[in-house]
């Protein structure tokens, strides 16, 4: 890409549908950090200083309130592949949560992009800023569970959270004894004497 296009694209507004989402949002403080151009017109994938969002091309602009946000702790995994044209596609992850304490992975979201812009870099110091710490525990008959402590806007204290590698691990009660006694290991050793 040409230092004129970087030049335009750094200066450009957000498309339109793009600044009603995000004046639209209850977070009054939320701002538009980078978009991507989703292949076919298909609309915008953008990333706020709240989490990342996906803005449809035919979004009524009254509607704007409705398109939902991924905040930045629940994205368990942002995977960014790039193409030689400016392009690429992210597959994301998000994290719910299944119980108190554990999280599960939901299935990956595929998000094709013709102009990625800034889209990427953004993203991935994003996610990272969340993270404050991950440890992968192996479970007694095989697999595993990541502890991770993550920042949570609005929360003082980190959160921290354990994950199965596997989802069908979360019925083994042995291998449920062990993430518990990990995740109380954890928790205590990140509180101040």
């Not at 870099?121 to 994003?126: I, L, M």
């Not at 994950?163 to 109380?184: C, I, Q, S, T």
Request: no cysteine.
């Amino acid at each position: 890409m040409r230092l004129a296009d970087l030049l335009r694209r750094r200066l450009a507004r957000p498309p339109e549908p793009v600044r009603a989402v995000v004046q639209a949002s209850a977070d009054h403080d939320e701002r538009v950090l980078a978009w991507g151009e989703l292949v076919r017109g298909q609309g915008w994938l953008v990333a706020t200083s709240r989490g990342l969002r996906v803005v449809p091309a035919g979004l009524a602009l009254d509607e704007a309130g409705a398109v939902d946000v991924l905040r930045w702790h629940e994205v368990g995994a942002a995977r960014w592949t790039a193409t030689n044209d400016g392009g690429g596609s992210f597959a994301v992850v998000a994290l719910t949560e299944v119980e108190p304490g554990v999280q599960a992975r939901e299935q990956e979201q595929r998000h094709a992009l013709s102009d990625a812009g800034d889209l990427p870099a953004v993203v991935r110091r994003r996610v990272d800023e969340t993270v404050v710490a991950s440890r992968r525990t192996p479970l007694p008959n095989g697999g595993g569970v990541v502890l991770v402590a993550r920042r949570v806007p609005g929360q003082a204290a980190r959160e921290w959270t354990v994950v199965f590698d596997d989802d069908a691990d979360r019925g083994d009660p042995e291998a449920r004894e062990v993430a518990r006694r990990k995740l109380e290991e954890a928790v205590a050793g990140d509180r101040p004497d």
